[in-house]
């Protein structure tokens, strides 16, 4: 046999043990049910973060759910969820693996992390999303890196069509923690430009701002967009009597001190939800607080911060700097993780603003300047009734 030959055939079989390698791994394919009639939807619903801490992908899945559709939640699964998550016979959470520790430290530069990280999280979406969440009718994702990317890929592999739900742009929330000139925002800008074009069956934005800006450039996206504004879910209810509600404030470590005082109402509480990140200009809260305090005929205001998140300690050496200074007064600010039934049950008065989420007490002083930015959405809720705060646009 001539070497001409050997090269040939060993090309040969090498392309057919490549071919059906390739086979053996394709995962399996959406398939359209045969049966005339209404069928319940199936849908995947993908975040690149923890379940808990994302109520608004959390509020998808019960929707969905609740209208008869099979769910498979993917994520972190870090914080506890929304309970009737968990006992929502057609809601699964497929858990993703979280990076190694070095790679969510500040060890290693962002240069080099910041790759490896986005490795890390290719591989574990793959095996998930590919194949050990079966395929659905349809993939829903934010517009973040690497998730949009192999949504595509495994929408198109897997025969399923990608929803893009646009509660916030990726790129600005980088641009907060690495500077508008760092080259990977603008990476990350066109990256969210070209597949915003070309990826999605249909979108979803949490505003009619967004929508507007998403049909302009750069974005000139083409396909359908809906606007679904953020609401809060049943869980989010006072309790029914001043009984329930002084046993959870003496139960809950975080107001057990205040409860007879803010029952009889000597002491306002505020509660406030963050994600601790720089789209969520929390200045905003604390100004407010400073300028409260600095009326002295007002209460007392007990206001308890929950969330996890990068710039939690930042904020809590401000917090430390104004009390030394002695610009609180009569305002005792106190950072908390509460879980979600704990922080949905504290909820009497409840302010929230943010390019995502967050909260607290404002002046009219920082409407108007959330108002001239254009960017904060603030959401009032007093009492069972829900108001819109002046200036503010409706979340």
């Not at 973060?49 to 019960?62: T, V």
């Not at 969820?81 to 070095?102: E, F, G, S, V, W």
């Not at 006072?238 to 107001?255: C, G, I, N, Q």
Request: charged share 15%; hydrophobic share 45%; with cysteine.
């Amino acid at each position: 046999m001539t070497s001409l030959a050997i090269v040939l055939w060993s090309t040969l079989g090498g392309l057919l043990v490549a071919t059906a390698i390739v086979l053996v791994l394709l995962p399996s394919q959406y398939k359209k049910p045969s049966t005339s009639g209404n069928t319940s939807v199936s849908v995947q619903i993908l975040v690149l973060g923890d379940i808990g801490r994302s109520p608004r992908m959390q509020y998808h899945a019960l929707s969905i759910a609740k209208h008869g559709g099979t769910v498979h939640l993917i994520g972190y699964h870090e914080s506890p969820p929304h309970p009737d998550l968990l006992t929502t016979p057609n809601i699964t959470i497929h858990a993703l693996a979280t990076p190694p520790k070095i790679l969510r430290s500040s060890l290693l530069p962002f240069a080099i992390a910041g790759p490896l990280k986005v490795l890390w999280q290719v591989g574990t979406l793959l095996r998930v999303l590919g194949y050990t969440a079966p395929a659905s009718a349809w993939l829903l994702n934010p517009p973040s890196i690497p998730t949009l990317a192999i949504a595509l890929v495994i929408s198109i592999l897997r025969n399923m069509r990608l929803m893009i739900d646009w509660h916030n742009y990726g790129w600005t929330i980088l641009a907060g923690t690495k500077g508008a000139s760092h080259p990977f925002v603008a990476i990350s800008k066109a990256y969210e430009c070209a597949l915003g074009q070309s990826a999605p069956s249909a979108n979803i934005t949490v505003t009619h701002a967004m929508r507007k800006q998403l049909q302009k450039p750069p974005y000139d996206i083409r396909t359908p967009i809906v606007t679904l504004h953020d609401r809060p879910a049943s869980i989010f209810r006072p309790l029914a009597s001043v009984s329930e509600r002084k046993t959870f404030l003496s139960r809950l470590p975080d107001t057990e001190a205040f409860a007879t005082s803010i029952l009889c109402g000597a002491t306002k509480l505020v509660v406030s939800s963050t994600s601790w990140t720089p789209d969520e200009d929390f200045s905003l809260l604390l100004d407010a607080l400073v300028s409260y305090a600095a009326a002295d005929s007002h209460a007392p205001i007990l206001a308890i911060i929950t969330g996890k998140g990068p710039q939690k300690t930042h904020y809590e050496a401000q917090i430390g700097a104004l009390l030394r200074a002695g610009k609180l007064g009569n305002v005792r600010i106190q950072t908390a993780w509460l879980s979600m039934s704990d922080y949905a049950a504290l909820l009497r008065w409840w302010t929230c603003l943010g390019g995502a989420a967050g909260g607290g007490v404002l002046s009219l002083r920082k409407l108007r300047r959330a108002r001239a930015r254009g960017r904060q959405r603030v959401w009032v809720r007093n009492g069972t009734r829900a108001r819109r705060a002046p200036g503010a646009a409706v979340q």
